[in-house]
């Protein structure tokens, strides 16, 4: 058998992780637990997320519809299980770890355009398979464990190119070195007190139907599963009973690595992959990570003041990173949607009074800004702790403005492009030049929408003895960027002399990166996107003191 790790360049072994029955049956959740838990056998792994839809990535999707927006160090948008991903493996995703129809049928036809398949006829098979396989094959040589899940449901029509390429790169592979998992549901009739194996025979067949045979199945039920429902499964879907997984609801998505652990999944996929003796697994981490769960020393609740509150998912690693703040306080984070818009025109006092700390998310267009800019002022005067993130560092600076710093009529352009006339005067403008490393990034006015932001990851430097060098323990960080307005260093020293202090920078001084109110207990807004980073086991800085503060503060009263 090939050796796995310390070799130089090891070849991956590839997990397709598929799903059937229902959708949101947490394949991704799966995929990146599963993930952790190779890692925790010593193993590497990078994970990847194969959606079917036409879009060329999620950009330009309506966060109401698709939920967050991911961004990589590399600048991808991409689906938002790439957050999943890295919160419980660490590993930076890229570019190259999300893909879809749309920008698979691009590459195809570009290719097609420029004459690449020589006139020949360009089919789904074998054109479009081969690019599906050819990205998933990308870095192959990196690690031990390639997972690559595939969005939607086993049997949607536009899943099929994905299904037929990873069958056929399963074929191409030498024996033993792809794997099949698949994730059903079992229902629970409490009429007749049974969970129900069919819908996952179906599911399976469904996929035998087209050439792929699971090795594992993870099956999520409500209810434990009945040694006997477990070998019937196993009978009629052909997989080893030991490799029929269970998952059950858990508390916390964080629990998932040692609730899989303890079903088997890893040995499971150990042992379809015919790895013995399997290494032993170090699971400290996820064992630290679940008693801060457990074990938590009072709540504190933070306000989200937001436009897509409807939808949680909008801003999931927001979410996700007040959580982590929380483990580290060992405090449980009660996070509270408000929507901004309800007091757009009215009082904001009644809507935001008696949170321990307000955050203002990032955004797009002007709905719900005038009420985002009332909870800045009302943090601000009220000395509650405020994060504003992307637009909720525009909207606090807005703010500082308009009621501290004498520009009456402050805004963003971004709102006056949306209404077609000037109505504000530009405190955040629409930049068109910027620098990236050592070169300069150019866009047009007139450029399409998907692409044309300040993308990934940049550098900043941060004043030595602000609050935020203190928090980040360095004056030097890198973030993830995603927006394409800013705050004009025009005003900075109107500002300052008003008290907001511009305490980061980008390197060469002309983007304000972060700015903070000298005179406030924990006031901190930034241009980036730090909830991108932030791990169970490796909380942001800014999150981890945000609700710290937020604490301090829930103790006053
Ligand atoms: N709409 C703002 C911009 O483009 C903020 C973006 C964001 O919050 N991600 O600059």
């Given at each position: ?30 995929s ?66 999300s ?16 004459g ?57 592979k ?21 969970l ?12 035998q139907?087209?050439g ?67 290494p ?42 007040l ?134 990851s ?15 323990g ?84």
């Amino acid at each position: 058998m090939k050796a796995i790790t310390g070799v130089a360049k090891p070849m991956a072994r590839f997990i397709f992780i598929t799903g059937g029955v229902v959708s949101s049956l947490g394949k991704g959740l799966a995929s990146a637990a599963l993930g952790s838990l190779l890692q925790a056998r010593g193993y590497t792994v990078r994970l990847r997320k194969l959606d079917p839809y036409l879009n060329v990535d999620p950009g330009t999707m309506s966060p109401f519809e698709h939920g967050e927006v991911f961004v990589t160090d590399d600048g991808a948008e991409t689906d938002l299980d790439l957050g999943h991903y890295e919160r419980f493996t660490g590993v930076p995703a890229r570019m190259t770890d999300s893909v879809s129809s749309g920008r698979v049928y691009s590459n195809v036809l570009e290719k097609e355009r420029r004459g690449d398949y020589l006139g020949k006829t360009i089919q789904v098979v074998p054109h479009v398979t081969n690019e599906i396989k050819e990205f998933i094959s990308i870095g192959e040589d990196e690690v031990d464990f390639m997972l690559c899940e595939i969005g939607g449901t086993v049997g949607d029509i536009e899943g099929l190119p994905f299904f037929e390429a990873i069958r056929q790169f399963s074929h191409d592979k030498p024996r033993g070195e792809c794997i099949f998992m698949h994730l059903t549901l079992l229902p629970y009739l409490a009429a007749s007190g049974e969970l129900k194996t069919k819908p996952t025979q179906h599911s399976v067949k469904e996929l035998q139907s087209i050439g792929i045979a699971p090795d594992v199945l993870v099956c999520r039920s409500e209810q434990p599963i009945p040694e006997k429902e477990r070998e019937k499964i196993a009978l009629f879907c052909n997989v080893r009973k030991e490799a029929v997984v269970a998952a059950y609801d858990l508390k916390s998505i964080y629990e998932a690595p040692l609730a899989y652990h303890n079903e088997g999944l890893d040995q499971a996929v150990l042992d379809a992959f015919g790895i013995a003796p399997a290494p032993k697994p170090k699971l400290d981490r996820w064992h630290d990570v679940y008693d801060r769960i457990h074990n938590t020393d009072g709540e504190v609740s933070v306000a989200i003041v937001g436009k897509y509150t409807q939808l949680e998912d909008a801003y999931k690693s927001i979410k996700e990173a007040l959580v982590h703040g929380g483990m580290h306080n060992r405090v449980k984070v009660n996070v509270n949607w408000v929507d901004a818009e309800v007091f757009d025109k009215g009082d904001a006092a009644p809507h935001l009074e008696g949170y321990d700390a307000i955050l203002v998310p990032g955004g797009f267009g002007e709905r719900g800004t005038e009420g985002k800019i009332k909870a800045a002022q009302f943090a601000r005067e009220h000395k509650v702790p405020y994060l504003g993130i992307c637009l909720g560092m525009q909207m606090a600076v807005i703010e500082a403005a308009r009621n501290v710093a004498g520009v009456a009529d402050a805004g963003s352009e971004e709102f006056d492009h949306e209404a077609g006339k000037k109505r504000f005067e530009p405190v955040v403008y629409h930049l068109k030049e910027w620098v990236q490393g050592n070169a300069k990034v150019q866009r047009k006015a007139d450029d399409d929408k998907g692409g044309t932001m300040r993308l990934g990851s940049y550098n900043a430097s941060l004043t030595e003895g602000s609050n935020v060098a203190n928090v980040y323990g360095t004056t030097a960080i890198d973030e993830r960027h995603r927006h394409r307005y800013e705050v004009d260093i025009k005003y900075r020293e109107q500002l300052e002399n008003a008290g907001l202090k511009f305490t980061g920078m980008s390197p060469d001084g002309r983007l304000p990166e972060i700015v903070e109110w000298a005179d406030h207990p924990w006031f901190i807004g930034v241009q980036f996107h730090p909830e991108l980073k932030s791990k169970p086991f490796d909380p942001h800085p800014l999150f981890k003191d945000f609700v710290r503060a937020a604490k301090e503060n829930s103790r006053l009263v």
